[in-house]
Nanobody, 116 residues
């Protein structure tokens, strides 16, 4: 049974930090490209960051470059998103996604709210 479970979201003040985690089970994690997406109210879901199977390659949306860092631990079947210098416009539901060929799996999402 495939499961992706995000955690670490919450309410944080502007300028603060959060670390999201996505724990995976039910498939061979190390074979999957992992990504974080987000969706704000009334907006389309957008790619935030991605990481290759062994973590050697990462990519980021321009809006988060220099502030967010994606990483993975294949021994723990977990992908992370370290978010620093958070802004109100980062408020969204954050989702992790696993991709291998035609196979795509999504988590249920975790809410991140940046507000004073």
């Amino acid at each position: 049974q495939v499961q992706l479970v995000e955690s670490g979201g919450g309410l944080v003040q502007p300028g603060g930090s959060l670390r999201l985690s996505c724990a995976v089970s039910g498939f061979t994690f190390s074979s999957y490209i992992m990504s974080w997406y987000r969706q704000a109210p009334g907006k389309e879901r957008e790619l935030v960051a991605g990481i290759s199977t062994v973590g050697s390659t990462t990519n980021y949306a321009d809006s988060v470059k220099g502030r967010f860092t994606i990483s993975r631990d294949n021994a723990k079947n977990t992908v992370y998103l370290q978010m620093n210098s958070l802004k109100p416009e980062d408020t969204a539901v954050y989702y992790c996604k696993a991709r291998f060929g035609i196979y795509n799996y999504w988590g249920q999402g975790t809410q991140v709210t940046v507000s004073s």
